[in-house]
């Protein structure tokens, strides 16, 4: 069966109006897609009004705001009222008792009067001065350990919201490159359209340039929804009373000079709030330690009474003393030994475990630091040249458009490097800045 042949002429003209018809459908959804993605974005970062009627605030300001009203703050606080009140307890001393009878005797013998008995009786108990003195030292060392989660908890607190303010720093430096990006992509497409209208260049050039459009506005809008959700996060942190619409000022770009690396592990060492508060858990322990051991002579009840019969008056003084001898107390000196023992072993694991957490962070930077320079003085310096020959050439017709779009493409993932590079720096400095406990007693560092 023979098939009829087509002519060059019809063959270009099915062609031609294949593509015209694709570009035609791709363009359509170019439209309803960037619709879509503009109508989800939010508003306080997508409408610049609206970002100028927002509320600048400083990080000094939102970390003010943050230990202000922060929950489990204010828990540790309240928790650090408590323990003050143990202290109180420990060191109050044992109520007297207070005892009273009556009765009647009855005569059974002859010249024996009969009438009412009356007695009472007064009765304290005298501490062991060294079971007292333990107890009391093991609640004062449990309230010099709220103390420090108050410290610790606060250290955290700040470092987890310095890091949110250069997360959100980050995706709004992020936002500020797709946008920049986005309207390289339609200066773009605007010349190839031009291009292709005079018959310079194919159909397809424009359905790329089209496409890579919509991909940079979604990409905006992805960087816009992150600032937004980070935004959130740090308004749960400061429970809520953060500015209904509110901006963070300063860049990832903001710094300060740091310090030696074994000055950082000497400030780690003698300011680390987690180090501070497990010294008070060995405090603690050693004295109830002591504790233990005074415990087998708990004291000494000193006893004063008084018995009135129809003829006889009785007045008697005693004193009460429990014997150590068949329990001595030695179960519960083991176990205070042995949690003794526990929490020195945990206190200097720790110790040696925050030693090279600090120098892993101190690489960690320096790293980081390394990355910024090099891709701020090399490669993106270099993507930004390759770009502007490329769209030269392509203008005098030497490239195509993939060649820009390549040389864009890799012009965006270098400045995202340098980005991402620039909040590891931030990064590495917090978690420096909270080993070594800067945070701790100070609540609203610096930047």
């Known amino acids: 069966m023979s098939h009829p042949v087509l002519s060059p002429s019809l063959m270009a003209g099915l062609v031609s109006l294949c593509l015209l018809t694709t ?8 439209s309803q897609t ?9 508003p306080a970062t997508g409408d610049r009004d609206a970002s100028e009627r927002a509320q600048p ?6 970390i003010q705001t943050v230990v202000a009203h922060n929950t489990e703050l204010r828990a540790a606080e309240q928790a650090r009222v408590g323990a003050l009140a143990g202290v109180r307890t420990a060191s109050a001393y044992a109520n007297p008792r207070v005892e009273w009878q009556t009765g009647r005797n009855q005569a059974r013998m002859p010249g024996t009067a009969a009438g009412n008995v009356q007695g009472w009786g007064v009765s304290q108990l005298i501490e062991n001065p060294s079971a007292r003195s333990a107890r009391i030292d093991a609640a004062d060392a449990f309230a010099r350990g709220s103390e420090h989660a108050i410290a610790l908890t606060r250290n955290a607190l700040i470092s987890e919201t310095r890091l949110r303010a250069s997360e959100y720093q980050l995706r709004r ?13 339609e200066q773009v497409r605007e010349r190839v359209q031009l291009r ?3 018959g310079e260049a194919a159909r397809y050039e424009l359905i ?3 496409a890579e459009i919509v991909h940079a506005r979604e990409r905006l809008q992805t960087a816009r929804l992150h600032a937004e959700q980070v935004l959130i996060a740090l308004n749960r942190l400061a429970a ?5 619409r509110w901006t963070l000022t300063g860049s990832l770009e903001d710094g300060a000079p740091r310090p030696s690396l074994a000055d950082l592990q000497q400030q780690a060492d003698e300011a680390n709030p987690e180090l501070r508060a497990l010294q008070t858990e060995v405090d603690r322990a050693e004295a109830q330690l002591r504790g233990a051991r005074a415990s087998r002579l708990p004291g000494v009840e000193v006893r004063v009474g008084q018995t009135n019969e129809p003829e006889v008056r009785q007045s008697t003084v005693g004193l009460n003393l429990q014997v150590p001898l068949f329990d001595r107390r030695d179960g519960v000196i083991g176990e205070a030994a042995a949690d003794l023992e526990r929490l020195r072993g945990r206190m200097e694991g720790r110790r040696a475990e925050l030693r090279q957490q600090v120098r892993l962070a101190w690489q960690s930077l320096e790293i980081a630091t390394l990355r910024v320079q090099a891709l701020s003085e090399g490669v993106v310096k270099d993507a930004e ?7 030269a050439a392509y203008q005098f017709g030497e490239r195509g458009i993939l060649d820009v779009l390549d040389a864009q493409r890799v012009l965006r993932s270098a400045r995202a490097d340098l980005l991402l590079a620039r909040f590891q720096v931030q990064a590495a400095s917090i978690e420096l800045d909270t080993l070594a406990g800067r945070f701790a007693t100070a609540p609203t560092p610096q930047p």
Not at 23 to 30: D, I, P
Not at 57 to 62: D, Y
Request: no cysteine.
């Open 208 to 210: 790329k340039a089209d």
């Open 34 to 42: 960037t619709d879509f993605l503009l109508s989800a974005a939010p």
């Open 57 to 62: 605030l400083t990080l000094t300001e939102l």
């Open 23 to 30: 570009a035609t459908t791709l363009r359509a959804q170019t």
């Open 385 to 391: 040249a390759a770009l502007r020959v490329a769209q």
């Open 240 to 244: 809520g009373r953060l500015p209904a």
């Open 173 to 185: 430096a992020e936002a500020t490159v797709s946008a920049e990006n986005l309207a390289l992509l």
């Open 196 to 198: 292709v209208r005079s």
